[in-house]
């Protein structure tokens, strides 16, 4: 019996401090600097409330803040209806092409995200966007139908880009999915779609409200198309005011803290929510003892037009925007596709990108990165899952809490903090791969916990149970009954985090060096450097060996089991 | 006779030691062996000119790191704060620069070429030399703009036929400071405001102004003068307009850290930027050098053009023409 509590007393209170560690630090940093009136580490610093009355006092922010607001929503709605929409052709229905879906669905996530919004800027602006261009000869008319400069338009560009996040986690709640209850609401007279909408989709609330909740805080926090697309629009957003108080000089880290207190408070409220809605956990639980094996819905002939539909899906989110990479990469400059400009097609860019100094060192040190972050976050975020959904700890709602505000840290300020305590307690990990890895587990834990938990409360208390009455310990029934059947969620956080890792910036600019340089820097370096073809042409090779990666994870997975 | 020809030999052996073999300076910076280099230069810039270094001082073994000037300088604040000095040179935009002079994070030292700079390209309080330029200027689409109807100076841009044609970066501060510096701060705000009052099309980052230029978005953009000479040798229809009075040029200063651990090695690196061989490499990678004797290949000399470089200011100073920048153009929208 000590033996079997040992690991558990270990484990858990392990994860436990962990999380609070990665979290309440740089939230500690955040908090003590948006209370102080100097930076921190500043001698004539005093205490003060100023930086918020600065941030809260002045009556644009809160029009700034309702921009959010519809801006984040859209995009959350949006995303999550094409997300959900091909996470169900592939899991539940006979659909045809469902691998091929299945790994399409992933790459808007690999394209760096100002090579995407730009490739709507050069698709959909109103004088040079190729689209409107079409419609302009096809028609004869003399305005073009579309406007990328617009709320909207700021919201397709960012749900496109985001739907990917909605694809894998729902794809992994369609998985765990119990068809006895399905079949019973047919066999009750249900049509398919009444089921869907009845039975299907209650019993994915978890999921659906995980799902939705990053995606608003997400949007909420994202600045990169409010940068390129609201600017231009005079659409400003909340982020805008961050931006702003990092852009003076020198950067005012008060004023920006007590502005990311709105986004960290919405996420706790974005977590309270969840927990009231998913509280009954046991209502959610798919995966019982029973068997639980999702089958496939027979569409019969609609499942051409589920397939038509997700291709078109690809066909306007997916090919257009790399299309239109593709094109800029082997163009001397910028122009709309012309005749002439064909003629000077180079591939410069690519050899230009292939022999970019330390190209090598950082493709190396990201996939580490990549595979050291994903795993880290998914393993730690599984633990904490089963103590917030399986446990019955006092505070457990706290603890998700704790794992899921990181999301809400401006990337710069989780930065400087982990310099901070960095070179202040442990100088020996500064500027190498472990502080990013650090980084990187604390910046995309949130992602983790929220794939973990949604998959955690399917799976049934009694099987857990079982194992434990027959003699095994926490530790063996973990490992062998609960991470196997969380699988699902696991492997989508996995994907997730491991993809987003690639190009995460923000924070990684302030903590690396030269021998632990990441892909999404030298990324950067090159859009800086101005010469957007090369830019474009690292976003092609990107692309190219995620799907490449991607479809062979597949093969390797439906051979051992794991795509099951 | 014997005697002399020993003479002769080690006249010869002497003469024939590479020359830096007697510089104390390289002296004390084989000893040091290493440096560390923050700079907002792109990697394949600066990574050259560390290369082009360690090939000429191989003993020493050089790094470099690079962020936008602003990470640069966060970087700097916080590793100093917590008590270390992890750079030993720096390079950075003017207004960052200045903010490192002022907070005694940089020490001083003249090279021996800055003699050779103009006045405003070097420091006269000896804390900094340039090591390259931004000419920012007036740049437009040949297709849709010709160049006899191009506008000539910046206030041509305020006719009625400019009014939402023109493309602005939102954080063009380098650029407002010259015409503050140049006309007088009432003249340059009523210039601004009428200029505002003119629909600019605010687009983030030079490098999406330059591309969506030539693009055809839109017919004129405040660019910069190097790319748009790069993108003409390419044979993208834009150009740019010489007669704008003032040019403004911002510098991109380099220093040495207030505690530099390998300070010599620091100083011979800085030696080697500025001096026409290490400018001479700034040239080859399309920018402009600071160097004021390195001919450019463009079509127009720089001496023709009526330059106003924006030097290192206060961070005070700083903090006010952003302050008045955002106050005229409100460029995020509010």
């Known amino acids: ?82 997300g959900a929409y091909l996470a169900w052709v592939t899991e539940r229905t006979n659909t045809p092409l469902r691998g091929l879906i299945a790994v399409i669905a992933l790459v808007p996530f690999i394209v760096p995200g100002i090579l995407n919004t730009i490739s709507w800027l050069l698709l959909l602006s109103p004088r040079i966007g190729l689209i409107n261009l079409v419609v302009k000869n096809a028609l004869g008319v003399t305005a073009g139908p579309f406007d990328v400069y617009t709320l909207a338009g700021m919201i397709w560009v960012e749900a496109t880009h985001l739907y990917p996040l909605v694809f894998l986690l729902m794809s992994a709640a369609f998985r765990s999915m119990d068809m006895s209850l399905e079949e019973a609401s047919i066999m009750a007279g249900s049509r398919t779609f009444t089921t869907l909408r009845r039975v299907t989709l209650p019993l994915m609330r978890p999921a659906i409200i995980s799902t939705m909740l990053i995606m608003f805080v997400r949007a909420i926090e994202a600045f990169e198309v409010p940068a390129l697309i609201g600017i231009p629009a005079g659409i400003p957003v909340f982020t805008s005011r961050i931006f702003l108080a990092i852009h003076q000089f020198p ?61 078109l899906i690809f066909a306007v989110t997916v090919a257009l925007p790399v299309l239109v990479l593709c094109w800029v990469s082997v163009t001397p400059y910028y122009g709309v596709p012309s005749w002439e400009l064909l003629q000077r097609a180079t591939l410069e860019a690519y050899r230009y990108v292939l022999n970019y100094p330390t190209a090598l060192v950082a493709f190396k040190n990201s996939l580490y990165l990549a595979a050291g972050s994903a795993t880290a ?7 904490v899952a089963w103590i917030t959904v399986k446990s019955k700890f006092p505070g457990r709602a706290l603890l998700d809490n704790l794992a899921f505000i990181p999301i809400a840290f401006p990337g710069i300020v989780l930065g400087v903090s982990l310099i901070w305590v960095s070179l202040t307690l442990v100088p020996v990990i500064y500027g190498t791969f472990w502080l990013l890895l650090i980084a990187y587990i604390t910046r995309f834990m949130p992602y983790g916990i929220r794939a973990a938990s949604a998959s955690m409360v399917q799976i049934h208390d009694d099987l857990e149970e079982a194992a434990l009455a027959c003699g095994s310990s926490w530790r063996q029934a973990f490992q062998r009954i609960i991470l196997p059947l969380l699988m699902p969620g696991f492997v989508a956080g996995w994907i997730y985090v491991s993809t987003v890792s690639l190009r995460e910036l923000s924070t990684s600019i302030l903590l690396y060096s030269p021998d632990s340089i990441v892909l999404a820097i030298l990324a950067f370096d090159m859009w800086e450097g101005g010469q957007y073809n090369y830019v474009a042409a690292l976003g092609v090779i990107m692309v190219s060996v995620l799907v490449l990666m991607a479809t062979v994870a597949r093969r390797l997975g439906a051979r051992i089991g794991l795509a099951q | 006779m014997r005697l002399f020809s020993v003479l002769l030999g080690l006249a010869v052996v002497v003469v024939s030691l590479p020359a830096s073999a007697q510089d104390p300076l390289v002296e004390s910076a084989r000893k040091e062996g290493r440096f560390m280099w923050y700079t907002s230069m792109n990697i394949p810039d600066s990574q050259p000119l560390l290369d082009a270094f360690t090939k000429k001082y191989p ?21 100093t704060r917590a008590g270390k000095f992890l750079f030993d040179v720096v390079a950075v935009n003017a207004f960052e620069a200045g903010f490192i002079k002022a907070n005694h994070l940089a020490q001083r030292y003249t090279p021996p070429s800055a003699k050779e700079y103009l006045k405003g390209f070097v420091d006269p309080d000896a804390y900094w030399v340039d090591i390259y330029d931004n000419y920012y200027v007036l740049g437009y689409n040949t297709k849709l703009v010709r160049k006899a109807e191009a506008p000539q100076s910046w206030e041509d841009l305020l006719d009625a036929k400019w009014k939402g044609k023109f493309a602005m970066d939102p954080e063009d501060h380098a650029w407002y400071l010259a015409l503050q510096e140049a006309w ?151």
Not at chain 1, 278 to 295: D, L, N, V
Not at chain 2, 60 to 73: F, H, M, P, T
Request: net charge positive; glycine share 10%.
């Open chain 1, 251 to 311: 950067s005012d880290f008060g004023l920006a803290g007590s502005y990311a207190i709105t986004l960290l408070l919405l996420s706790t409220v974005g977590v309270l929510i969840y927990h009231r809605l998913t509280g009954h956990a046991k209502r959610f639980a798919t995966i019982t003892g029973k068997g639980y094996r999702p089958r496939l819905v027979d569409l019969g002939r609609w499942r051409y037009a589920t397939c038509g539909g997700a291709l």
């Open chain 2, 184 to 334: 007088g701060k009432d003249k340059a705000e009523r210039y601004g405001r009428a200029l505002a009052g003119q629909g600019i099309q605010w687009r983030k980052g030079h490098t999406l102004i330059a591309q969506l230029l030539t693009a055809g978005e839109f017919p004129l953009g405040l660019v910069y003068a190097h790319r748009m000479e790069e993108l003409k040798q390419k044979g993208a229809p834009v150009d740019w307009v010489t007669t704008t009075d003032p040019i403004p040029v911002e510098v991109h200063p380099i220093l040495i850290a207030a505690k530099a651990e390998n300070v010599n090695t620091a100083k011979l690196f800085v030696e080697f930027i500025t001096s026409r061989e290490g400018q001479a490499l700034i040239k080859e990678f399309g920018r402009i050098p600071a160097h004021p004797e390195l001919p450019l290949g463009w079509s127009v000399n720089p001496k023709q053009l009526k330059l106003h470089g924006v030097g290192v200011i206060s961070p005070e100073r700083a903090s006010q023409v952003i302050r008045d920048w955002r106050h005229v153009f409100s460029p995020m929208g509010f």
């Open chain 1, 1 to 82: 019996m000590n033996r079997h509590l040992d690991a558990r007393v270990l484990i858990l209170p392990g994860a436990v401090l962990l999380v609070a560690y990665l979290t309440i630090v740089p939230l500690g940093m955040l908090v003590y600097g948006s209370l102080r009136s100097g930076a921190v580490g500043d001698p004539g610093a005093t205490y003060t409330l100023a930086n918020y009355a600065r941030a809260y006092l002045d009556p644009t922010l809160y029009r700034l803040f309702l921009n959010s607001i519809v801006y984040a929503a859209g995009t959350c709605l949006l995303a999550f209806v094409i």
């Open chain 1, 377 to 383: 976050v998914m393993l730690l975020t599984s633990v």
């Open chain 2, 59 to 79: 003993f020493i073994k050089a790094q470099v790191w690079r962020g936008s000037s602003e990470k640069v300088l966060n970087k700097i604040q916080t590793e």
